[in-house]
């Protein structure tokens, strides 16, 4: 449930910062989504709110061949956003002993 949980503050927080970082992730905004899988690592994700305009609902996930656009429905990404922040929350939570000096 900690994952679970961390996810969803996750992406509210990214959900509340998403209109002030438009455009900033490499790519002007999304205009059209995927459904199709990202099989690569996930190096980072933002969530992109609809503006009315040209920007769609979106989560970016950013991979090192670049950003994707992806269906925040889209039935895979949920799993995979769940194992990037169980990688990077095993990364980021050494215990005193196992830090590096």
């Given amino acids: 449930m900690h994952v679970y949980?961390?996810?969803?503050?996750?992406?509210?927080?990214?959900?509340?910062?998403?209109?002030?970082?438009?455009?900033?992730t490499g790519l002007s905004c999304c205009t059209t989504v995927s459904n199709a899988e990202i099989s690569d690592p996930i190096i980072s994700f933002s969530y992109?709110?609809?503006?009315?305009?040209?920007?769609v609902n979106s989560v970016i996930l950013t991979t090192e061949r670049g950003p994707f656009c992806i269906n925040p429905r889209a039935r895979w990404l949920l799993p995979k956003i769940r194992e990037f922040l169980i990688q990077q929350d095993s990364v980021h939570h050494y215990s005193d002993a196992e830090c590096p000096d």
Avoid: H, S, W, Y
């Fill in 5 to 24: 949980g961390m996810l969803v503050r996750t992406l509210a927080l990214v959900a509340i910062i998403a209109p002030l970082t438009c455009g900033k």
């Fill in 48 to 55: 992109q709110k609809d503006n009315g305009f040209e920007c």
